[in-house]
């Protein structure tokens, strides 16, 4: 990749024309990568961001490079000024430091989440994503237990490893 393609990076707010991009991310990455055998259809919230995601405390942005949506992140309000972060998926050919796309991602995820002050923000994940552990250790997450989880988190069948990020009280 090109530093300029780089630079062209744009981490912005979910809008209704990007759903076919954020499907196209998320569904090969699921499938392929992960071995989920997983469809748009299973998962609703894809064809209902704005109603899923974009509410109170929520939202969710995806990272595009010129037409093509190239990285999500959501943040779901839970309730009680948490949150829980949710469709955390880069492209293949974009992941690494080298292209920043997932710490972009975070950064706005966060940014936004102390702007609302919502206090914690929570994550379910699987053992076998090694390198996403690395990440959100890198950024401020800490492991914690399933049963220290708020009862409003929404796990996931897959998810066997959990984490939150502490957010300074305004």
Do not use: C
Request: hydrophobic share 45%.
């Amino acid at each position: 990749m090109t530093s300029q393609a780089a630079e062209t990076l744009e981490i912005r707010r979910f809008s209704a024309a990007d759903e076919q991009g954020v499907i196209d991310v998320i569904l090969p990455i699921q499938r392929q990568e992960f071995g989920i055998a997983i469809t748009a259809e299973d998962q609703p919230d894809l064809r209902a961001i704005p109603e899923f995601y974009q509410t109170g405390d929520g939202e969710f942005w995806v990272a595009a490079v010129g037409e093509r949506i190239v990285g999500t992140i959501a943040l779901k309000d839970i309730g009680g000024t948490e949150a829980a972060l949710r469709k955390m998926f880069v492209a293949s050919d974009f992941r690494g430091r080298e292209h920043g796309v997932a710490t972009r991602l975070l950064d706005a995820l966060l940014a936004h989440a102390e702007q609302r002050q919502v206090r914690a923000v929570y994550l379910g994940t699987t053992e076998k994503f090694l390198a996403a552990h690395r990440f959100y250790e890198r950024n401020g997450f800490v492991e914690i237990a399933r049963q220290d989880l708020p009862a409003s988190f929404p796990v996931m069948g897959v998810d066997t490893k959990f984490y939150v990020r502490r957010l300074a009280a305004v």
